[in-house]
């Protein structure tokens, strides 16, 4: 008897469910929602999520992920090893500079725009029955793959270019990158599910019309099934273009604020939000940005003083003082450090050997892969780096010494460290202490 009353007591419960709180129709009052203005914020953000995404995986790419070691922090990559075994170029020195100064600018300018599409459509979240047919139950699910997604993918960025260090380096990668893949994937699915009803909703008024109103015309949307027209409408404080316009602006304020530190130098006073924008005080010929102190990354004085040896390996295998090094042919590069945290710095002269004189030296000219390996005993994914054969070739492609005129401070990775244009910042390791030419990938 109390079983029964009990499950009737649930039953009445759920049945009242569309009639309390935000599942009352009448209980959104803003005269802005509507397919319209979902559409609208559905249209940019399929213009620049697929730029975030695409700009994501050249950035994967560029870590030739298939020389294995710490250059893939993603194995099992089963049907996406196409990815893998794609060459990444040397050329423009700027690439990779270019592709993550995209990425995370354009990923900052996400936020906005993810939050404002969640208010123009947060009465449809509150609909009772969650759904009434599979069909639906697909489109409920996937939308919870791809908010869910979309700010997984937002808030583990966020946390690793801000430097809050709640995870390495390694789970960061793995977490944004498996997590991309589940956001894409739930991503596809609503597409296809809503596209039709995005371009029917933009049909409806033209755009230009509806930014040009203002906020005395604006006007609720006519009744849709889709429940995110208010019944109940307030007239409007702002219109259509204005809610967009603050929501658009807040996106351009993020992107201005991080724009700063990929352009580095004259404009990373800008960048007031990025914890490493900022140039050390001081105009020294070592005084650029710094990811890792020796002191953090345990770099002992006598581990890098006179009796610091180079390990090459190759066909031979030799160790050569940094004095070796000095008498073999110095070249110069202009390149710059581009960060995965999205910050570079401008060109930085840069001496030191060849590391095709080096592969030369260890008897393997046509060596297909190299291995670096620092003096730090700390994270994996900072002291090894694999690089390529087109990588090992460039001309500017160094075992750098010196900068900017000077010796290498400590800092910087002395007493050598590598330097390779279009690289990803993380591969040109610091406090070199061996070099391993292979002959295969
Ligand atoms: N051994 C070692 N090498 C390293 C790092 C590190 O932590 N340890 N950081 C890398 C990263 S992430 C970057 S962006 C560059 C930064 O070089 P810089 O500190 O000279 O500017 O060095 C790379 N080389
Ligand atoms: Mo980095």
Redesign the pocket.
Known sequence: MAENKKSDSLKKELEDIPTKGPFRRDYWHSPLRGPWLASFMSLMLLIVIPIVFITGLIDHIAWNPDLGGTNNRTPDMGLLGFLLGIEWPTRPIWLYRLTEGIHIVLGLALLPLVLGKLWAIMPSLYKWPLADSPAHALERISLLFVKGGVFFQIFTGLIYIQNFIIFSNATFNELHFYGSWMFMGGLALHVLVKFSEMVKGLKARPIDDELSKSRQETEPEPEEKGRLVSTDPDPPTISRGGAIAIIGGSSFVLMALAIGQTLGERWSWLAILSPRAQAPPGNGPND?????TAKK?NITPEQVGPGWRLELIGKTSQRLSREDLLAMPQYTSSLP?A??EGWS?GNQSWQGVRLRELAERAGMPQAAKVLFE?L?TG?EI??KSFMRQNQIQDPLSLLALRVNGADLSL???YPA?VIVPATP??R????VYRITFMEEV
Do not use: V
């Open positions: 650029f940005r710094i990811n890792k990354a450090i960060c995965l710095t620092s730090e994270e900072a002291n800092d910087h990775g460290r910042g993380n040109n390791t610091k406090w």
